[in-house]
């Protein structure tokens, strides 16, 4: 684990090359991206680094891949949703839930996903944790999430910004979203989820010990304070997961 001033890791900086470029217009929507032979010799990348960060830009909605075509950039991201405020740990565990294990604990700048879904202005700070839940079998889940600026916070849940500045001893082992759980007594929580299907990817897939092509449920949720988003989060959960029980929302 690790902590410090604000970084990219270099699978988001180039996830954010690639997303600068759709929104400057390089590839502008609708346009067809480059064979990744083509991309990752014009971004002077390797193709499995290259297709990390493609995984990442259609998970949150920036790109599609249509047979015969290739990957395309879209208008806007997709909504669809469903809702459960509720540490992932405990809803996967049932009697039983499963142990956090905290890989890193640290700041970093916003993404596209963050400053979607957390409205991050460019240059803020935002806690990461990152987390693989762990059950009986081993590795099942591993998760990413993001903290709305200290700012924010302070404003719209100054519990949960105090519960992150001065973290219990052994905050290695909790999700950040029970820490909001903990520290929103009496403060009411709404949550949006999306639920899509994905490969795990080179990286991850080391991480939970499968497979780079192991299919997988992606997860993200965010949640809010009345309106004010505090959490994002991404759960990936691949073939063999503990099985995950939604309630769907209108």
């Known amino acids: 684990m690790a902590a410090g001033g604000p970084q990219r890791r270099p699978v988001v900086a180039l996830y954010e090359r690639i997303a600068d470029a759709i929104h400057d217009g390089t590839y502008p929507p609708g346009s067809t991206l480059p064979s990744e032979p083509k991309l990752a010799c014009a971004l002077g990348v390797s193709r499995p680094a290259l297709r990390e960060a493609l995984l990442l830009l259609q998970e949150d909605g920036l790109l599609t891949v249509r047979r015969g075509v290739g990957r395309t950039v879209n208008a806007h991201p997709p909504r669809r949703g469903f809702?459960?405020?509720?540490?992932?740990?405990?809803?996967?565990?049932?009697?039983?839930?499963?142990?956090?294990?905290?890989?890193?604990?640290?700041?970093?700048?916003?993404?596209?996903?963050?400053?979607?879904?957390?409205?991050?202005?460019?240059?803020?700070?935002?806690?990461?944790?990152?987390?693989?839940?762990?059950?009986?079998?081993?590795?099942?889940?591993?998760?990413?999430?993001?903290?709305?600026?200290?700012?924010?916070?302070?404003?719209?849940?100054?519990?949960?910004?105090?519960?992150?500045?001065?973290?219990?001893?052994?905050?290695?082992?909790?999700?950040?979203l029970a820490v909001l759980s903990a520290a929103s007594r009496g403060v009411p929580l709404a949550a949006h989820s999306a639920v899509t299907a994905t490969l795990l990817g080179r990286r991850r897939g080391e991480q939970l010990g499968r497979s780079a092509d192991t299919p997988a449920v992606l997860v993200t949720q965010v949640v809010r304070v009345a309106e004010t988003p505090v959490l994002a989060a991404k759960h990936m959960l691949p073939t063999g997961a503990p099985a995950l029980p939604v309630l769907q929302s209108n």
């Open 83 to 176: 809702e459960q405020v509720r540490a992932l740990e405990e809803l996967l565990g049932g009697a039983a839930p499963l142990r956090v294990r905290g890989l890193l604990r640290t700041v970093e700048e916003p993404t596209d996903f963050t400053t979607q879904h957390l409205l991050a202005p460019a240059g803020a700070e935002l806690r990461f944790w990152e987390s693989v839940l762990v059950g009986e079998a081993g590795p099942a889940v591993l998760s990413h999430e993001w903290a709305a600026a200290d700012g924010v916070l302070e404003r719209a849940h100054p519990a949960f910004a105090e519960a992150l500045r001065a973290p219990a001893s052994g905050a290695e082992r909790t999700s950040m």
